[in-house]
Every structure is written in C-alpha cells, then in structure tokens.
C-alpha cells in the first residue's frame, strides 16, 4: 500500500511542474563523469535547509523561495529530503512504466552512483516545451529526490544539471533548523495540532505532535511553500492539487464550502475535498494562498470523526500567514 505521506509528497511535487532529443549529445557533453576533488573544494555550496552540498549548474544561485536552486530563465531544481526514507523501497516506483503511465514521455533513464550512494535519475518530458530531470539517491536509512524543470529547447541547461550531479555531497549528520526556510508563520495555541517533523520542505502537524504514521487513520497536516509561477492563482495550484490527489488513489472527488475570498489578506482558494481512498471516506481540506511569487499550500487529511477534525484543522489554519 502506497503510504499517505508519499502520496502527499507527490502532489507537493506535481504542484512544482507545469503539469530529450540529441541524448548522444547529453552523454558525451553533459553526462555525469567524474569530477574531480581539487575542483570540488573551492565551488561546493550547501542547500540551505538541507544536508546536501553541490556545484549549482552554471548561472543558477540558491532559491529564496524553496529548498534548491534557480536560474533567471525559469529553470529550477528543487530537493526534497527524507531522512527517515529508504531509497530502496523508494525507488521501487521509479520505472519508466510508472512514468508513462502518469501520461509523459519517458527519453532517458539510468542507474548510477552520487556520492557513493544508489541513485536513478529519468529525463522526462510532461509538456511539449517543458522538460524534467528526477534523480533520487540515498540508502535504507534515508532517500532524496531533485527534480528540476527546464525548457525542453535549452539542451545547455540540461547539460550543465547533469553535470552538477556528480558533484553532490551528502552529510548525514548536518543539523538543520527545520523552520530555518519555512516562508509560512502559524500558531498553534488554540489547537490540538502540533508540529511533528519536516521533510522535503514540507511540515507535518499531528494531534499533540505525535511522530507522524502515514499508516495511521489519525488525522494530519502538511504545509508547503512553492513557487507562484507563471502568475498562477489559488484556484489554478488547487485544481493540480486535485488531480495530484486522483492519480495517486483519491476517487470521486467532490468539492465542497468552497471559498475564493481574501484569507489573512491574501488571495486565497479553500475547499473540503471528499473522496475516496482505499474503500474508505477521506477529507481533504484545503488552503491555498498566495503573495506575490511565493504560495503556500495547507493540505489537511482526515479519514474518520470529521467533523471534530475538520474544526480542529480550521482553528489551526486561522493563524496561516506568509513570514
């Protein structure tokens, strides 16, 4: 069974996509040769908000709206981290079938090492003008994900994020503040909810601050903040929202108390998400806002005493505001 969490995960990540010809070119010019030590130690920089360290690709700087990197021609590369993952259960999925069957084009795929670690990365093409890489890496205690987007036409780009793979450094015992880069504030007094843990730039909520179950039919919250692009309304990352939920097993989604007013004076979309899941009612509320280039999404989900829930999760999102 394919655990909430992930299922969450995957949303947060199909919300970041706006959904390779010459590969001969991509192996010999930019593939992912070794690259030597003396030129790492003076170009390595590390992600903020995470343990990884690489050499940005070539014109690219550190993102201030989520945990990677960016370029000034809208290409991004975008790491989620899970400490607490296995890159070999993980991994599983990472087929050019799964792929395909999300409906892209799979143009590349391989097996290969990062920072002596097991890793795959895909070359996939979900838009006719947009391009993605995804490489996840790691071992059974923990497994990260990059995926970056590019104009299909810019083969540079493409090149210069290949090469920079080879680069990346993994410190397992870098401590990180995990409210270090969130872009969102909340307080959570006047609820039961309490925050849990990071991954992957995204914050878990659970009652009292468990230890998030993905497994469990408690009730949980994830907070994520992504790049607005491309002017994209509340409305517009919700309805990717949506159809991130029925690919990956929520069905007979109806929407309902649906809200477009202003929330905390931003622009805002709210909903209540029923559906299906694994035979079974589930709830999904929802709270999308928006300032200028940055989003937030709120993302509730409840499989039992809804009502309760629901409340509880409102009380919470209340006090959502941009930092």
Excluded: W
């Amino acid at each position: 069974m394919t655990k909430i969490r992930n299922r969450l995960l995957t949303i947060l990540v199909m919300a970041l996509l706006s959904a390779c010809s010459d590969q001969d070119n991509i192996t010999n010019n930019g593939n992912l040769n070794n690259v030597s030590e003396k030129s790492l130690d003076n170009q390595l920089i590390n992600i903020p908000g995470s343990r990884i360290s690489i050499i940005p690709p070539e014109n690219f700087k550190v993102s201030d709206l989520f945990i990677g990197l960016q370029n000034d021609e809208n290409a991004a590369m975008q790491f989620y981290e899970l400490p607490d993952g296995n890159f070999f259960s993980n991994a599983i999925n990472f087929t050019k079938e799964n792929f395909e069957t999300k409906g892209v084009k799979v143009l590349k795929m391989e097996d290969l090492s990062i920072a002596d670690y097991q890793a795959k990365y895909v070359i996939v093409q979900s838009q006719p003008q947009i391009n993605n890489v995804s490489l996840v890496f790691g071992d059974s205690t923990f497994s990260v994900m990059m995926n970056a987007m590019y104009m299909s036409s810019s083969q540079e780009t493409e090149k210069q994020i290949l090469k920079s793979f080879n680069s990346i450094k993994y410190d397992k015992n870098l401590k990180i503040d995990p409210f270090a880069l969130a872009k969102f504030s909340i307080d959570e007094s006047n609820t039961k909810f309490k925050f849990s843990s990071q991954n992957a730039g995204s914050f878990f909520y659970t009652i009292d601050g468990a230890k998030f179950d993905p497994s469990s039919d408690e009730p949980s919250i994830v907070i994520s903040s992504i790049p607005r692009m491309d002017g994209m309304s509340p409305n517009d990352i919700s309805q990717r929202n949506i159809a991130g939920l029925e690919q990956n097993g929520i069905s007979r989604i109806e929407q309902k108390n649906i809200s477009t007013k202003d929330f905390n004076g931003y622009l805002a979309y709210e909903a209540e998400l029923h559906g299906i899941l694994e035979g079974k009612k589930c709830i999904f509320y929802q709270m999308i806002l928006c300032e200028g280039e940055k989003a937030i999404i709120f993302l509730g989900a409840v499989r039992g005493d809804f009502d309760k829930n629901l409340q509880e999760i409102k009380n919470l999102v209340k006090t959502l505001k941009f930092k």
